[in-house]
T-cell receptor, first 116, second 112 residues
């Protein structure tokens, strides 16, 4: 049973560029959430996708956008990269339909983005 | 004020020690509470849920005090393998849904 997979694992970009990160959720999960984790900080919620729509959003600017596909996989796009966007980007999957699992998110290993 | 606050540590303890971590949260409407564990350069993983009645899982005990908006984690008989960052996590409140709010984490180092 494949867990959450993310790609790429590492990437380096320069300021002003754009990046796309990809995530495949755990088998049987229909909801994907994206988190940004800066060094020494806890993960910060970016947004959540369910049924191909953004359902909730954290305190991130419009430069951060996403998409969910019919197979439940998801992309995170960041435009006009800033130095401060350097972080570990974590994708987490869950299932809306699994009652009682409201808090268990299964995380991928993350995509480590460095902006120079 | 941060939504979830934790002492970042590090807590350096000898093997076999008992160590306790505390966490406070600001949103009284929060619905559910968790401790996640994150090893160095790895993804967070659920350690345990936290209930008002308190719950135990082996050497780990979690407590929730809703009146004080306070969550704790107690680790007994610490092992070297317990060395990690422990993240206090709160779900629900404004916006609801499955949006988890993480604290900054408390780093634990268990030493020989």
């Amino acid at each position: 049973d494949a867990g959450v997979t993310q790609s790429p694992t590492h990437l380096i970009k320069t300021r002003g560029q754009q990046v796309t990160l990809r995530c495949s959720p755990k088998s049987g999960h229909d909801t994907v959430s994206w988190y940004q984790q800066a060094l020494g900080q806890g993960p910060q919620f970016i947004f959540q996708y369910y049924e191909e729509e953004e359902r909730q959003r954290g305190n991130f600017p419009d430069r951060f956008s996403g998409h969910q596909f019919p197979n439940y996989s998801s992309e995170l796009n960041v435009n006009a990269l800033l130095l401060g966007d350097s972080a570990l980007y974590l994708c987490a999957s869950s299932s809306i339909s699994l009652a009682g699992n409201a808090g268990e998110l299964f995380f991928g290993e993350g995509s480590r983005l460095t902006v120079l | 004020r941060k939504e979830v606050e934790q002492d970042p540590g590090p807590f350096n303890v000898p093997e076999g020690a008992t160590v306790a971590f505390n966490c406070t949260y600001s949103n009284s409407a929060s619905q559910s509470f968790f401790w996640y564990r994150q090893d160095c350069r790895k993804e967070p993983k659920l350690l345990m849920s936290v209930y008002s009645s308190g719950n135990e899982d082996g050497r780990f005990t979690a407590q929730l005090n809703r009146a004080s908006q306070y969550i704790s984690l107690l680790i007994r008989d610490s092992k070297l393998s317990d060395s990690a960052t422990y993240l206090c996590v709160v779900n629900g409140g404004a916006g609801g849904g499955n949006k988890l709010t993480f604290g900054t984490g408390t780093q634990l180092k268990v030493e020989l």
